[in-house]
């Protein structure tokens, strides 16, 4: 059965500081990773897809990693700003179709 | 163009009531995912439906819930006698294409407290 972990649970840090997110699997069967980001009392919003033929994707700040072989994806934000400030979910999605989700990384960036 | 919407977004229900959670998918996509996401943890899948046909519901915790996409568009969640571990935020999702490494998309989710 997919497990997904991610550390840290919890992250705070200074505006303008580079960061980096971890994300583990136990499965490395997968489609494809992605990362999602949620504010407190909403949805999921998309930020990365990674299919597994890929080994990184790139949105401005945001750069996702995957290592498929050892099971691990890394999210890196660069030049953090306080409306960063979110939970962020890593996500594999295995061959049965549906999403299995990390327990998130609750980030702080402070002023 | 019109994300997922999930209605109601809110819902308090009491003890041994039944209530329907209503997911409208972005128009044409085939996929449908039904989420769970219990407070401070991280969604769990539910069920998955294809058009109007559901391929997977292994994740339904009970035969309390029951979902359907009759005409394989609008979806609806019911759960049967709620209890109060049934509080949580439910997800819905859909994705374009089956079969797939497609990206799925959320809508905002419908809190449900049984009291």
């Known amino acids: 059965k997919q497990e997904v972990t991610q550390i840290p649970a919890a992250l705070s840090v200074p505006e303008g500081e580079n960061l980096v997110l971890n994300c583990s699997f136990t499965?490395?069967?997968?489609?494809?990773l992605q990362w999602f980001r949620q504010d407190p009392g909403k949805g999921l919003t998309s930020l990365l897809l990674?299919?597994?033929?890929?080994r990184e994707q790139t949105s401005g700040r945001l750069n996702a990693s995957l290592d498929k072989s050892s099971g691990r994806s890394t999210l890196y934000i660069a030049a953090s700003q306080p409306g960063d400030s979110a939970t962020y979910l890593c996500a594999v999605q295995t061959y049965g179709q549906n999403f299995v989700f990390g327990p998130g990384t609750r980030l702080s960036v402070l002023p | 163009g019109a994300g997922v919407s999930q209605s109601p977004r809110y819902k308090v229900a009491k003890r041994g009531q039944d209530v329907a959670l209503r997911c409208d998918p972005i128009?044409?996509?085939?996929?449908l995912f039904w989420y769970q996401q219990a407070l401070g943890q991280g969604p769990e899948f539910l069920t998955y439906?294809?058009?109007?046909?559901?391929?997977?519901k292994s994740g339904l915790p009970s035969d309390r819930f029951f979902a359907e996409r009759p005409e394989g568009s609008v979806s609806t969640l019911k759960i049967q006698r709620t209890q109060q571990e049934d509080s949580a935020v439910y997800l819905c999702a859909s994705s374009l294409i089956a079969g797939g490494p497609y990206e799925q998309y959320f809508g905002p989710g419908t809190r449900l407290t049984v009291t």
């Open positions: 128009s044409g996509h085939v996929s």
């Open positions: 439906f294809q058009n109007e046909a559901q391929l997977d």
């Open positions: 499965d490395s069967a997968i489609y494809n």
């Open positions: 990674i299919q597994s033929s890929q």
